[in-house]
Structure formats: C-alpha cells, structure tokens
C-alpha cells in the first residue's frame, strides 16, 4: 500500500499535474487515484505522507483534496483537528466532517466550539451538522446545548428529515428524558421509521419501563413498519425484563417467522430474555440448536447459568468450550468469579480459577479484579494478592477490590498501607466513593482511629466527594469502636441524611460494648421514631444492660420485646468438599448436594 502511494505521488509530479486548473486534476485519472488511495489508508503515517506530498506541491490549498485528507485522518481525531485548523477556506463538508469525528472519537465535548464556528460562518447548514452534533450531546448527555440544538433545527426547517428526528430522539432517550422523546415521537406519526421505535423502545427500557416498551411495539406491528434486528433485540429485552414467559414463546415465535432467528447477536438475546425468566431449559434449547456459536454466545449461556446459581453447568460448558477448541476470553469468567463469591463456591472457584491459568488468559482489569474478588471472598487471600500482583493494568475495581480484601481479612494496616500506594504521584488511578467506603470500613474493624479520620477528611477536602450516610455509618462505627461515643453521637446527629438508620445501628453496637446504657437507650428511641423497629436493636441494648451489670434490666426487656416480634431462626452453612452442610435453628446438620 505504502509503495503504490509512493509511485503514484512520483508520476504526478513528473506529469507538474499539480500545475493546472482544478477542473482538470480532479478529472485526473492519477489524481481520482490519489484520492482513493486516501481513502484506503489504513493508519495515520500512510495519510501523513500524503498530507506531505499535498503541502510540498501546493494541493492542499485545494479545497477538495483538503476536504477527503481531513476525511482520512478521523482514525486519529487530534491529526485530523491539526489540518482542520490550519485550512483558510473551510466549507461545509469539513465542519461537518470535523463534527462527525469528534462524535466517535474520546472527546465529543470538542464538537461544541466546532459547532458554534460553523454558525458563525455564512454557510447555510444542512441535517448532517446537527445529527452529528446531537450524538456528541448524547454521549455527553449535554441537556442544555440539546435543546438549543432542538431549537436551531426547528427554526431552520429541517425537522421533516426524519434521520435528524431519530437523532433528536436518541439524544432525549439517553439523557433519560423521555417524555420529551416521547412527546417529539407523537409529533411525527408520518415520519417515523423502523429506527424510531426501536430508540424509542430502549429509552424506555433505559428507565426501566418494558411495559411501555412492548406497548409501543405492539403499536408498530400495527402501522406494519417492518421489523428489524434492533427493534426485535429491544422487543427481546422487554420482554425478559417483564418476565412474561407466554410473550417469550411469542417473541421467539415472531424471530422465527422474520428469519431473524439465526443472527448470532439474537440468538444471544433470546438466551438472555429466558435466563431473565428462569426458563433455563428454554435457553440452553436455543443454545444447542444454534448452528453456529461463537463466543459471546458461549459466555451468555455461562453467564445466564451462573446468575442462577447452577455453577456445576457452567463448569460443564467450560470444558464443552475446550473439547470444541472455542478460545475463551476475559468475559466468558468475571460473571462465573462474581457467581462463586456470592454462592460461597470455594471449590468450583478454585477450579475456574486454575482454567484460567491453564488457558492463559491475559489478566486485564475486568477479570483480574474478578479473581481477586472471589479469591478474597473465599478465604484465598494469597491468591488475592498474587493475582493482584500479576495485573500490568489496574484501575480504580482493581485496588478497591483488593484494599476491601485485606479489609475483611482483618489486615487493616495492610488495606491502608495499599491505598497510600494507590495514591501515589505516580499512579494514574484515583480512588473513588466506593474506595474510600473499604478504606473506612478496614479502618473501623481494624481500630485505626487516625488513619481513619485522615482518609474521611481527604475525600471530602483533597478529592470533592460528598460522604454518603455510608460512609457517616463507618466513622461512627470507627468513633464508636475506639470508646469515643459522645464525638460519634454528635456526628450523626448533624447528618444531612436523617431517614437512614446505618450510622444510629452502628452507634448501638458501639454502645453495647462499651455497656453505655444511656447513650444506647436514647438511640433505641431514635430508631424507632425513625420506624425501624427491630428485634435485633432489642439485642443490642439487653446486651448493653448485661456488660452494664444490669441483668435484670436485660431480661425486663426482652421478655417485653418476645410479646411483640418473633425473631426468625439463624442459619448457616459451610461447605465441605462438595456438600454443603446447613444448620437452621436448633436441628440436625441438612446434607444438600
């Protein structure tokens, strides 16, 4: 490629094409052939070759050329912005072009001033100038310059193109504003198309109505607008979302009958619609009758099973995957690790654990911070800590998960000691709310009162965060743990946040173990004026009256509190080879396979 563009550049300078009228080089043979090797430039030092040869020639002045080099350089938005602002007679085509790159590129904020020089220039603009502008409104869910985009549109006539409805729509739709978007799509009942329901459709299930989802395509199967793969994908998950297992036979009926049911992507739709139902034997039938599968339908079927709870399937099809030589990726683990920390399945984890290994799968962020997760839930600390050793890239998950590790390992110092690391100058990751939640609840178990506090001050001063009552709740639950109960009182007391009972919970227990009868009687009171009376509170302060030395006064109350509630027997389980054991209340040990 490099070579042919070379060659041509060569014979148009020993044909001084460059020499004559613009008519004549775009007639050109040599010179249409220059354009599309432009246009087939695979990276941004084929296109700076070119874009050299046309400054050492003089062509970049011409606004053609100008116009398809700019087109060729979006792969990298910053190269492609350089030339933009260097050309002295822009036009139309290379706002819009700028426009449409900045939509797609890491920086779609940056489309705004582009906009707003373009309207300042005599142009006339055309609908491709506000649709590009309105996707870099949607990702950046920018509300106010939307609306004056909405406003520029309707006052210069070009709202009956319905690709700019659409894209007016799916502006409204992601910024969650969908009476808007809905109110836009009555307003064009001759106009809409395919596209429109279906962006219509997802904003909706974007704030969790699939009721209204589905109505609206039942109205579309009126107005007999043919259906298409994204309209049906949102029909799908509407209707998994509703957990109508009649209108999933319905749905999967409808893919059949448009012919819809062999795309890849739906066929994993319709996996997922009956895994949000439960109907896990009518998922993995889709599953076994496709054709062909790939791997993102492999991992929604170990996905749909490991959110169920059936882990030994999806250590099954693990294995199915390596018998039929289908190379596993990252995605095809994190939800199975998340499933075996929350099922407690050290075992099944242990061995998903090894798989990956064996695999050699590349330890990226998202599966890394899997691993560490499940390894620290299920008591392997060391494998935590290997694991998290092992990641080249970590972000903000990755520390957490791994501070919240040595949290409840009871390694305080140790969660501490790691986030001072996370924050050092030469770490890239900022700690977020959710970090610093760990780091106070390591704190608090681990008694570290100063380091504690240090940390709240820091989120709140260094990095701007507003605490939530979560966090309130663990410097209580610090101040409470190092006898401190007064400083604890009067800080929840001037909480912004009254209607939570966290923090007054944790004030309770601290004063149950320090016996302040008083204190803990008056918080009591609190929580039930609150409503959130609670046997358990009851515990709680009989427990405060008998470190207390006050026996008597533990029993007057709870045998007033038994007239009252009943409390529910306690369970528990562990897990012991294969089987787990469960003991409820005072029974006999249940074996469950």
């Known amino acids: 490629m490099a070579s042919a563009i070379t060659f041509r550049i ?3 300078r020993r044909m001084s094409l460059y020499t004559t009228s613009t008519t004549t080089r775009i007639e050109s043979p040599l010179f249409q052939k220059l354009i599309e090797d432009l246009r087939c430039c695979r990276d941004v030092a084929q296109v700076s070759r070119v874009h050299g040869y046309m400054v050492k020639t003089g062509i970049d002045k011409d606004e053609f050329t100008v116009s398809k080099l700019i087109a060729s350089s979006l792969q990298d ?18 706002f819009n072009t700028m426009l449409r790159g900045y939509s797609i590129s890491d920086e779609p904020e940056r489309a705004f001033p582009v906009f707003n020089q373009l309207r300042a220039k005599v ?11 309105l996707k870099s409104c949607a990702r950046e869910l ?10 520029i549109v309707l006052r210069s006539g070009f709202m009956p193109y319905t690709d700019l409805r659409n894209a007016l729509l799916h502006f409204y739709c992601v910024s969650g504003r969908i009476n808007d978007a809905r109110k836009l799509f009555d307003e064009m009942p001759k106009r809409v198309d395919a596209v429109s329901f279906s962006t219509l459709m997802n904003g909706y299930l974007k704030v969790s109505k699939p009721a209204l989802a589905l109505y609206l395509f039942r109205g579309m199967r009126k107005s007999e607008i043919i259906v298409n793969v994204s309209t049906l994908l949102s029909f799908l998950s509407a209707t998994g979302d509703l957990g109508d297992l009649l209108g999933a036979e319905s749905a999967y009926g409808l893919s059949i009958k448009t012919g819809l049911d062999l795309k890849l992507h739906l066929i994993t739709a319709l996996i997922g619609m009956y895994g949000k139902i439960g109907d896990m034997s009518s998922a993995r039938r889709i599953f076994d009758c496709a054709a062909r599968k790939d791997v993102v339908i492999w991992n929604c079927m170990i996905d749909q099973y490991a959110k169920m709870g059936l882990l030994e399937e999806c250590l099954w099809l693990l294995r199915q995957m390596k018998y039929e030589q ?7 683990f994190v939800g199975l690790l998340s499933s075996c920390a929350s099922y407690e399945e050290s075992s099944i984890g242990q061995s998903v654990g090894d798989l990956v290994e064996e695999e050699r799968i590349a330890l990226d962020a998202v599966l890394g911070t899997a691993l560490v997760d499940m390894y620290a839930k299920l008591g392997m600390l060391d494998k935590a800590v290997e694991t998290f050793n092992r990641m080249k890239n970590k972000d903000v998950k990755s520390w ?9 390992h009871g390694l305080a110092r140790e969660a501490i ?3 001072y690391k996370m924050e050092d100058e030469n770490s890239k990751v900022k700690p977020n709310e959710i970090t610093f939640l760990v780091v106070l609840n390591a704190c608090s178990h681990g008694g570290l009162v100063m380091e504690g506090i240090t940390c709240f001050k820091m989120m709140i001063e260094v990095y701007g965060f507003k605490p939530e009552v979560e966090h309130y709740g663990c410097v209580v639950d610090l101040l409470g743990r190092a006898g401190q109960l007064e400083e604890a009182y009067e800080l929840i007391k001037n909480l912004p946040i009254t209607s939570d009972s966290t923090a007054w919970r944790a004030l309770l227990a601290a004063c149950r173990v320090y016996g302040n009868v008083d204190l803990g009687g008056l918080v009591r009171i609190k929580l039930v004026e609150m409503g959130e009376r609670s046997f358990a509170d009851a515990i709680l302060l009989a427990g405060t009256h008998a470190v207390a030395g006050n026996p008597q006064g533990r029993q007057d109350l709870l045998d007033k509190e038994l007239y009252k509630e009943k409390k529910e027997a306690g369970y528990s389980a562990i897990e012991i080879e294969w089987n787990r054991e469960a003991t409820c209340g005072l029974q006999s040990p249940v074996v469950e396979r």
């Not at 938005?77 to 290379?94: G, H, K, P, Q």
């Not at 142009?123 to 502008?133: N, P």
């Not at 289908?326 to 095809?332: A, E, G, K, V, Y």
């Not at 957490?400 to 409840?408: F, L």
């Open 123 to 133: 142009f006339t603009l055309d609908r491709f100038s506000f649709i590009a502008t």
């Open 400 to 408: 957490t998960a791994m501070i919240s590790g040595y949290g409840a």
């Open 326 to 332: 289908m190379i596993p990726n990252s995605s095809t």
């Open 142 to 151: 920018c509300s106010r310059i939307g609306e004056g985009v909405h406003g």
């Open 417 to 419: 000691n790691l986030f």
């Open 77 to 94: 938005i910053r190269y492609a912005s350089s030339i933009f602002e260097n050309v002295s007679n822009t036009n139309l085509f290379m």
């Open 10 to 12: 060569y014979a148009l």
